[in-house]
């Protein structure tokens, strides 16, 4: 069946680091990728997406790129922010249902 | 522009007792999803509604579980008897139609006990 894995967290980062959470699929098909992301207190949010292969995702400095060979779309982000801690979401989603199937989600904590 | 809202943000009932939870999707919106997210775990679709019609409602448990979308506006999800399984969040989205983006509301988090 269709699914998506993301690396396992807490992943914790010092200020201004670099990020990144890895996320690999298993589809049938050509699906749309996204990342979305929860801060705390609040719903989910879309990120970023990409529609096809070697798409490449961005937002708020976030970049993910849809690699069809490796099926994978890892999130990354070269200096993150301490506003950047909240769990971030890899999903994909086919046009043919509608439906969204999530990963795990990975919580990012950044310390000052 | 108000956002998805869901009511009440928190639940706290006893096992075999009946609950629901209510949904405002953003006004224009046609599709509506409810979603059930187990802790550490990512939402998984429980019913889809384009308009008032259910779409998909395959990973409904229809022995306990019901749901509504009235008017094709707000629509009610509802749990009886509730089990202690059913502690989880209970998200509610809304798109424009199918396959535009879909926002999300801060959820219900309910708690069986």
């Known amino acids: 069946g269709n699914s998506v894995t993301q690396m396992e967290g807490p992943v914790t980062l010092s200020e201004e680091a670099f990020l990144t959470i890895n996320c690999t699929y298993t589809?049938?098909?050509?699906?749309?990728l996204f990342w979305y992301v929860q801060y705390p207190g609040e719903g989910l949010q879309l990120l970023l997406k990409?529609?096809?292969?070697?798409d490449k995702g961005s937002n708020k400095g976030f970049e993910a790129t849809y690699r069809k060979e490796t099926t994978s779309f890892h999130l990354e982000k070269g200096s993150v922010q301490v506003s950047d801690s909240a769990v971030y979401f890899c999903?994909?989603?086919?046009?043919?249902?509608?439906?969204?199937?999530f990963g795990k989600g990975t919580r990012l904590h950044i310390l000052p | 522009e108000a956002g998805v809202v869901q009511s009440p943000r928190y639940k706290i009932i006893e096992k075999k007792q009946p609950v629901a939870f209510w949904c405002n999707p953003i006004?224009?919106?046609?599709?509506l999803y409810w979603y059930l997210q187990n802790l550490g775990q990512g939402p998984e679709l429980l019913i889809r509604?384009?308009?008032?019609?259910?779409?998909?409602d395959s990973q409904l448990p229809k022995d306990r579980f019901s749901a509504e979308r009235l008017k094709g506006v707000d629509s009610t999800l509802k749990i009886q008897p509730a089990e202690l399984g059913d502690s989880a969040v209970y998200l509610c989205?809304?798109?424009?139609?199918?396959?535009?983006?879909?926002?999300f509301g801060q959820g219900t988090r309910l708690t069986v006990v």
């Open positions: 989205a809304s798109s424009y139609s199918m396959n535009t983006e879909a926002f």
């Open positions: 589809a049938t098909g050509y699906p749309s």
């Open positions: 990409a529609t096809k292969a070697d």
């Open positions: 999903a994909l989603r086919f046009s043919r249902d509608d439906k969204i199937i």
């Open positions: 006004s224009g919106h046609n599709t």
């Open positions: 509604y384009e308009n008032e019609e259910a779409v998909d």
